[in-house]
């Protein structure tokens, strides 16, 4: 059965829920718009372990899938997929009504950005917001705003309290609250159910209990039964940065903000909530800036300057948004209300954009420990503690983690290595990249590289070794640093020679004397036989690349097994990797 869908240009992902085989990831090649949420289908299983690409300091997305109970993955022709029936479970239901509403939204005349705001905005769902757009947001400290969280569910719980008034004239205020909590709840399903909302929905349905019941509650107390609701029916929850850095922030603002308040409380309206809003990101920085740097590698420094502008405005933009949802379910798009959209729209996007453009909005290609992460939020909480409890041990304390910080920190900086190379594993093309003290250099001869996305893709790596600059190898010949040099397709980098197989020609190319080559890479491109390649190269080891296609990559393989030549399989194996220095 299909548990969720996600749509690509030119395929699809499904999580599928199997009896027999668990939890399975199946993407596809093609479409099909008849696979929804709650369709039982039948496909013939080749089912591969979940596994990693091997590539350094990689997000975990083995780990990643088996916190969601995801063991296995496939990949199979969308045409080779058979929908058998569709469950009507309230669940699905609910999923339907989602998908319904998305394929609404992007059926308006709204630009593309605007409708991948409006989604992510209402329902939660990130997927059409651009890799810019998203780096842009996340750099001015305005991510929260593209993922549903507290902030949507507060707006929302505020929207149905103000609609549902007028039952307080008629003495129905407990309807008026158990209504409320139905919406929240109905809510919290239509926009998937992640913690931070699950979080969220809990603790406003606490504290309109406190109304129903006639009983006080604190709202760490609501927090800590949330986190605990959560962990009791999915305790990998813990180890999710959704949840990590949705429960430390909320914790954090419940204890810091009203001490802070207490030192600076102006009377002047204006620039109390000013003050309040400062108070409140400067919060959530300080109890997220570690778990942001270790999962994320950049810390987000103006995330003030941007909240004091956009939310404000948010709840207005929220029920306009919804208002015009309704209006296209109900009977159409309105031209007004579509140009309102993309104006405001464009509106957050140059405020969020000027602010990341700012020089000291962000500090990228930041590298933490595990350990020192660990150690700066039991800084946190012991600075907490010191906020109510003003014990001077307790800066002893804080001063002794600190120290331990910076040692942790300087051994990192002494010992890091300053050139390395790699042959990386990619299911599109070949990256080569090598690194010499801060600057990296990437070599990829079968497509154009992308920069931007290659330093997305390799942030953890890129922040590690300290790497603050690439440059892409595009002409012929290229003297790089440190004497090494690239004569495509041949390359020596720091006393390492290679060559990239990028078609068949070689088959016909014959030499005098070999080539002595300590590494020969192997693309998709090339589709002929091994056995002459002693004769070009010498001994050299034969590297296959992470974009030959599976059938292909096993006959290569079952070829150079025959001819024991040797081998290296990055798809298997994971990234070539060599620390020179």
Known sequence: TIQSVKYTQKSMSMHVESSELGSILLSTKGHNRRLRIGTDIAFRANLQETANLGNPFEFDYKQYLYNRGIIYTQHTDVAHIVPLSLNDGIIYKVGHYRETIENL??????????????????????????????????????????????????????????????????????????????????????????????????????????????????????????????????????????????????????????????????????????????????????????????????????????????????????????????????????????????????????????????????????????????????MVAVFCLWLYFRRRHLIYIMASLAAAMVIIAAQHIIFVPRQGLFILNDFRCTPVFYFHQHKGYLWVLDEEPDTYEFESRHKGMLAYYGISQIDVISADTVNIADGSKIISPFASIAGKNMVIINDNKWKKIRFDNPIDMDYVIVTKRYHSSFKNFEQLFGKGKIVLSGDIYIKQHQIMQNELTELGIPYYSVKDSGALTMILE
């Open 105 to 378: 939204i992007k059926s308006t005349a709204l630009s593309h950005d605007a409708k991948g705001f409006i989604i992510a905005l209402i329902l939660g769902n990130n997927d059409y917001i651009t890799p810019q757009s998203h780096d842009s947001f996340s750099k001015a400290g305005a991510a929260h705003i593209l993922a549903v969280s507290g902030l949507h569910v507060g707006i929302i719980a505020m929207i149905i309290w103000c609609v549902l008034f007028p039952l307080d004239y008629y003495g129905f205020r407990r309807l008026r609250l158990l209504i409320t909590i139905a919406f929240i709840a109905l809510y919290a399903v239509l926009t998937g159910l992640s913690p931070s909302v699950v979080r969220a929905s809990i603790m406003t349905t606490f504290t309109f209990a406190e109304f129903l019941l006639f009983r006080r509650n604190t709202s760490l107390n609501a927090l800590f039964v949330a986190a605990l609701i959560i962990l009791i029916f999915s305790p990998f929850s813990l180890f999710e940065v959704g949840f990590q850095l949705s429960f430390c922030t909320v914790a954090a603002i419940l204890i810091i903000v009203p001490k802070l308040r207490e030192i600076v409380n102006p009377k002047n309206r204006i620039l109390n909530y000013i003050l309040s809003s400062i108070w409140v990101s400067l919060a959530a920085m300080i109890s997220t800036s570690a778990i942001t740097a270790y999962y994320f590698h950049s810390i987000p420094l103006l995330a003030f300057v941007t909240n004091l502008i956009i939310l404000p405005s948010l709840p207005v933009i929220m029920v306009v948004y919804i208002i015009y949802v309704v209006i296209l379910i109900a009977s159409g798009e309105f031209s007004i209300f579509t140009a309102a959209i993309d104006g405001s729209y464009q509106v957050i996007y140059h405020i969020v954009s000027f602010v990341s453009g700012l020089g000291i909005s962000h500090i990228d290609s930041v590298y933490i420990s595990l350990a020192n992460t660990f150690i700066y939020l039991a």
